[in-house]
């Protein structure tokens, strides 16, 4: 089945029940041989911990990150910074969102100042698990430091209340024409676009899988408003299950949300790949689509194959290039 990884049809929810619930381990492994790091870096992936309540979820992050087809102008540093950010960016989710933590005093919302609560606690759980395990204890500490540094900028990247912000930076770097995959800077930037868009890529799957995603979320959804109602706390938008319903919930998301990600005039120009995305968007909210997914796997490689050409001619996936300080300036 790991043959269709990088499909969008590939079913992640029959492969949680073919591992026993074990996607996330077995999926990452399989991504840290398929790109050489378990050579490169001398060391096996020995823990990670079950810390959302659907671990698939990740495991399906991890898959999108990875087939953006940048792997050949990509370092095995960069690689390996987003897959670990990927199977991290929702760890020890608690199950509800920022405002519910923020309303209700909870501690993480103190601890964090009302800022990225989620997305700084998901960093610091994953660097307290990479510390626990001693996964990378055999590195200089200079480089654990700056690994779980740009792990942190890579999850702080899907707060979706800087949405705006990346999308401005992206916009404004192809309106320029400066982004160079030879930089290490622009490269974990578009890491950071690339993670940002797999956070939400749900809807741009095939109508089956895209369905059950959104039934997931909106259970959620309404799980938290039920808390909300049981301890008066007022309902948060799109949670009350009496309501809202799963149409109506994932078509605003859609339209306010995803939309704005994959369909920028100047992102479906310069990344052709992201305009696919948007019209998969739009097959999902059109309901069951009776195109055949290898076509759309086929339309995906073809666009795919020109992403490099929209930037700057990024370098070959080299071995020699290791870890690269970064001082980010975006302009």
């Not at 992206?170 to 622009?186: M, P, Q, T, V």
């Not at 306010?256 to 994959?262: A, G, H, L, Q």
Request: with cysteine; glycine share 4%.
């Amino acid at each position: 089945m790991l043959e269709k990884v990088g499909n969008w049809n590939f079913d992640i929810f029959l492969f949680d029940r073919l591992t026993n619930g074990n996607s996330l381990v077995s999926l990452t492994f399989h991504l840290f041989n398929l790109h050489g790091l378990i050579e490169h870096f001398q060391k096996m992936l020995v823990q990670l911990c079950n810390g959302h309540a659907c671990i698939a979820c990740i495991a399906d992050r991890i898959l999108f990150a990875i087939t953006l087809q940048l792997s050949e102008s990509l370092t095995p540093w960069d690689v390996l910074l987003s897959l670990i950010a990927a199977a991290t960016h929702d760890l020890d989710h608690p199950g509800v969102n920022q405002p519910f933590l923020i309303k209700t005093n909870h501690y993480l919302a103190t601890l964090y100042k009302n800022t990225s609560v989620l997305e700084n606690h998901h960093w610091r759980s994953a660097v307290g698990l990479l510390r626990e395990s001693g996964l990378f204890a055999h590195m200089s500490l200079e480089n654990r430091q700056l690994m779980e540094s740009q792990i942190g900028d890579l999850i702080l990247a899907t707060d979706i209340s800087q949405q705006n912000e990346y999308l401005s930076m992206f916009r404004s770097h192809l309106d320029r024409g400066d982004l160079c995959l030879e930089d290490a800077n622009h490269r974990h930037f578009i890491l950071q676009m690339a993670l940002k868009c797999a956070d939400i890529c749900n809807p741009c799957r095939t109508w089956e899988l895209s369905k059950q995603w959104s039934e997931k979320v909106t259970e959620e959804f309404f799980h938290q408003g039920d808390i909300e109602k049981k301890y008066h706390l007022g309902v948060s938008p799109l949670c009350d299950r009496q309501t809202e319903t799963i149409a109506n919930i994932q078509i605003g998301n859609c339209s306010s949300v995803y939309f704005s990600r994959f369909r920028s005039e100047c992102v479906s120009k310069q990344i052709p790949y992201l305009y696919i995305c948007w019209k998969l968007c739009l097959v999902s909210l059109c309901g069951p689509s009776r195109e055949d997914s290898s076509c759309l796997d086929l339309a995906f490689w073809n666009v795919s194959s020109r992403f490099k050409d929209s930037l700057s001619k990024g370098s070959r996936y080299r071995s020699d290039r290791g870890p690269q300080r970064r001082d980010i300036t975006y302009c």
